[in-house]
């Protein structure tokens, strides 16, 4: 058992790409009967360095999720689980395998229902509309120091809480989103690129 849980953490030297990194830990099929989707900024290509990957789960039962990823990861460099006490108190690891951070979240909410979903969705249609102009400008905010949601925020020039901001526009249509994105433009005098400064 215990050369079998080293074998899914193993330590690299470089760091693959996300897709070959979760199949060379088995997470998929270890996480099959928890409805895993992928999630964060590798699969929308906004990643950087120290970016983690972070699997969504549709964990009905909190024991039997601990126990499946305690089972599987707790060998692995940086491993810990919790369970967070608020909202519907969802399950979360953390490890270290193929040069990635891995988050693995087990929520009683089905995926399509969570946070963290609906915002990796909202992301995925502006970036499917915004291009290579939105993603670089995206990215510079992101190298700025700021998080993903609030960087998209910035970017798109939304009022109030980002994380709320982009949820508003899951109902936009994908015209109303073209235009919404239509009105970013590279030489915004904004830009960190320009300033050396993250938007406020």
Request: charged share 20%; glycine share 8%; proline share 8%.
């Amino acid at each position: 058992m215990f050369e079998r849980i080293l074998g899914r953490c193993p330590v690299t030297m470089s760091r693959p790409h996300y897709p070959d990194a979760l199949r060379r830990i088995g997470a998929l099929s270890t996480l099959a009967q928890f409805d895993p989707h992928i999630a964060g900024t590798p699969p929308l290509g906004i990643d950087l360095a120290d970016s983690d990957i972070d699997v969504l789960c549709h964990a009905s039962d909190p024991m039997q999720f601990t126990l499946a990823i305690w089972t599987a990861y707790s060998r692995c460099p940086g491993f810990a689980v919790w369970q967070w006490v608020s909202g519907d108190r969802p399950v979360v690891a953390k490890f270290r395998a193929e040069g990635w951070t891995f988050e693995l979240f087990g929520s009683p909410q089905p995926v399509q229902e969570q946070m963290g979903w609906r915002h990796f969705h909202v992301e995925q249609r502006l970036l499917s509309m915004g291009g290579t102009r939105l993603r670089t400008l995206v990215m510079d905010q992101r190298r700025a120091g700021m998080k993903t949601e609030p960087a998209f925020a910035a970017v798109l020039k939304l009022s109030g809480n980002p994380y709320q901001a982009l949820l508003d526009l899951e109902t936009w249509s994908d015209d109303a989103l073209v235009r919404l994105v239509a009105q970013v433009s590279d030489e915004d005098p904004l830009s960190p690129q320009r300033t050396g400064q993250p938007y406020v």
